[in-house]
């Protein structure tokens, strides 16, 4: 069983960074593609990128392709999202979430593990 658990959100000024974190825990076949989801008050849950191991870099949405990134770190299991230059519109509780399929997927039905989310808020 696949298990994560999200960290490193809060309330941050526009123009601030941040950089969240996800322990994953159990199989590694279960989780060929992470992904990072987020999800503002009254909105649908939207793809922020992911990274899976077949590709050789990210995938990400175009509203934070030049500011945000993803990188998976194997040795200590972990997932991580650096976002700088934040905005008022990156704020959302931000999910991350292991798929089985091998290439990124931006649908988040086929993300089959997710974590319980960390909210980050970015307010003047």
């Known amino acids: 069983q696949v298990q994560l658990v999200e960290s490193g959100g809060g309330l941050v000024q526009p123009g601030d960074s941040l950089t969240l974190s996800c322990k994953v825990s159990?199989?590694?076949?279960?989780?060929?593609?992470m992904g990072w989801f987020r999800q503002a008050p009254g909105q649908q849950r939207e793809f922020v990128g992911a990274?899976?191991?077949?590709?050789?870099?990210?995938t990400y949405r175009p509203s934070v392709k030049d500011r945000f990134t993803i990188s998976r770190d194997s040795a200590d299991d972990t997932l991580y999202l650096r976002m700088n230059n934040l905005k008022p519109e990156d704020t959302a509780v931000y999910y991350c979430?292991?798929?089985?399929?091998?290439?990124?997927?931006?649908?988040?039905?086929?993300?089959?593990?997710w974590g319980p989310g960390t909210q980050v808020t970015v307010s003047s």
């Open positions: 979430a292991a798929a089985l399929v091998t290439l990124v997927t931006r649908n988040p039905s086929l993300y089959r593990y």
């Open positions: 159990g199989p590694t076949t279960q989780t060929n593609v």
């Open positions: 990274v899976s191991r077949a590709e050789s870099s990210p």
